[in-house]
């Protein structure tokens, strides 16, 4: 199959294609941890309820365009209430109380989608004008896959301008490289933590919008997409966004093509480039420089 140009070319379209929606999440948790060394595994429920946030906005009468713009904003603010009420308690008690809140929160949200809206799979049609196909050089690809690939760049684009070129970004880096040094020299870097914790989880509501239309929307489809997004910024490194592009990139591959050429151990295809990255390289192939071994 993989010698049909054409199949290949779909094949690697589909990998970008999923490459970029784990790269939504995995920024996010990536420069959290980084940042505060804060294990979120319930970023992955952000992801879940802004997916059904726009399946009420959308069966309410909205455009998949109203849901694009407002249930993220809705994700962050929920995020954000998490935060202070319960993840901003247990910042520095570890990673194990830190995981045990989260995992919680997990099991606490699957619950509240399951009597909200029911056990069964929801769906989110795509916006009329991206159903159809593109053809690229022969190949008929469909549109809505390639907005989201094209999304996908387009916050890597500025999410770098942003992380490089501006004032938050360069405290961003701080707190990642230093945090101590940074707060000695007068950086709130508890302000800028929430900050980037609303942009995280803000890029997780994107990513659970656009994600709708093509896995659906039921409960614990968080917990599904969250175990990747772990291995992306494991294999990525944490703190980095070109670790997170990275990762994404690799993981996205490997999944797709995995399930083509080994159906049956699909995800083993995935732990096997997990277990090689770590072990020639511990910390992640791109990391923040202070988890670099390196210096």
């Known amino acids: 199959m993989l010698l049909d140009p054409y199949f290949f070319a779909e094949q690697v ?22 940042l505060m060394d804060y294990l979120n595994l319930a970023h992955g429920t952000i992801y879940m309820f802004a997916a059904y946030v726009a399946f009420t906005i959308t069966q309410l009468g909205g455009s998949f365009w109203a849901a694009l713009a407002l249930a993220p904003f809705v994700a962050a603010a929920v995020g954000l209430l998490l935060y202070f009420l319960l993840l901003k308690r247990v910042e520095r008690s570890g990673h194990l109380a830190q995981v045990l809140l989260t995992v919680g929160i997990i099991y606490m949200g699957t619950d509240l989608m399951r009597i909200a ?22 190949i008929l690809y469909p549109s809505y896959r390639l907005f989201l690939i094209g999304l996908g760049l387009v916050v890597m684009i500025a999410l770098y301008f942003a992380l490089e070129r501006t004032r938050l970004g360069a405290l961003v880096r701080a707190g990642v490289d230093d945090r101590a040094t940074a707060e000695t020299l007068g950086i709130d870097i508890g302000k800028v933590f929430a900050l980037v914790f609303a942009i995280g989880t803000y890029l997780a509501g994107v990513g659970g919008v656009v994600a709708a239309p093509i896995f659906g ?19 990525g490194g944490l703190g980095s966004l070109k670790g997170a592009i990275l990762g994404s990139l690799l993981i996205g591959f490997a999944d797709t093509f995995g399930k083509i050429l080994l159906p049956q151990f699909a995800m083993m295809m995935i732990y096997l480039v997990m277990a090689l990255v770590l072990t020639f390289r511990p910390t992640g192939l791109l990391p923040a420089r202070r988890f670099s071994t390196s210096g």
Do not use: C, R
């Open 13 to 34: 379209l589909n990998s970008l294609q999923f490459s970029m929606l784990l790269f939504l999440l995995a920024i996010g948790l990536s420069v959290v941890f980084g």
């Open 117 to 138: 809206y029911g056990d069964l799979p929801k769906g989110v049609a795509q916006p009329d004008m991206l159903n159809g196909a593109v053809n690229l050089f022969g």
């Open 217 to 235: 929307v039921y409960p614990g489809m968080d917990v599904t997409i969250i175990i990747l997004v772990l291995i992306v910024v494991v294999v």
